[in-house]
C-alpha cells in the first residue's frame, strides 16, 4: 500500500508479509523502485508540458518501504535490532559508512519477535509492543485489549480490523 503524507510529500511504501521468502529482501528493494520511477515520471511529464528536453531534476521526496513480517529476518549481528523488533537499512559507504542519500529508507518490524502469547496482552508495557502484539494477534483478538483502550492508534487499528473483517450481505 502506497501513502503519501499530506503536509511533507514523503511516501511511505507499507507491506505485510506473514512468511519468510528466499528473495524478501530483493522483492522490498524492487518495490521501492515504485515510487522513485513516479516522482521522476512527474516531473518528466512537467518538463514536457513546459516544452523543455532538459534540465531534469531528479532530486527525491524521502521513500520509506515499512515491511511487517511475521518471521525472524537474519542479521549478523543481533545489535542491528531497535528495542527488539525494527531493523533499518539506507544506501552507506562501506568503508566509512558514509550516508548516500537520505531518501531510501527501508524499516523491517519483525512481528516473529514478541514472545508473548496472545493470552498475555497485560504484559506489554510500550506501545511498540501493544503495536506489535495487536499486529501479531489481531486474527485471535475478539476486542481490543482494555489497557490498550488508552491509545487512540491501537482503538484506530482495532477499528480498521473490524471494518476490514465485515463481510458483505
Not at 57 to 86: Q, T
Request: aromatic share 10%; hydrophobic share 40%; proline share 3%.
Amino acid at each position: 500500500m502506497l501513502c503519501k503524507d499530506e503536509d511533507t510529500g514523503e511516501e511511505f511504501l507499507v507491506e505485510v508479509q506473514n512468511a519468510d521468502q528466499k528473495s524478501y529482501r530483493d522483492r522490498v528493494l524492487a518495490y521501492a523502485t515504485y515510487p522513485i520511477r513516479e516522482q521522476l515520471a512527474s516531473k518528466l511529464a512537467a518538463l514536457k508540458e513546459q516544452g523543455m528536453k532538459f534540465g531534469m531534476d531528479y532530486s527525491l521526496k524521502p521513500i520509506y518501504v515499512i515491511s511487517i513480517v511475521n518471521f525472524h529476518f537474519e542479521h549478523e549481528d543481533e545489535r542491528a535490532l531497535e528495542n527488539g523488533y525494527i531493523s533499518r537499512y539506507e544506501i552507506r559507504n562501506k568503508h566509512n559508512s558514509e550516508l548516500l542519500t537520505p531518501n531510501l529508507n527501508l524499516v523491517f518490524l519483525e512481528l516473529d519477535r514478541m514472545a508473548l502469547g496472545p493470552d498475555e496482552w497485560e504484559q506489554c508495557n510500550s506501545l511498540l509492543e501493544k503495536f506489535v502484539f495487536s499486529t501479531k494477534y489481531m486474527h485471535k483478538l475478539n476486542d481490543l485489549p482494555e489497557s490498550f483502550e488508552d491509545n487512540h492508534l491501537l482503538e484506530r487499528l482495532f477499528c480498521a480490523a473490524e471494518l476490514a473483517n465485515m463481510s458483505v450481505t
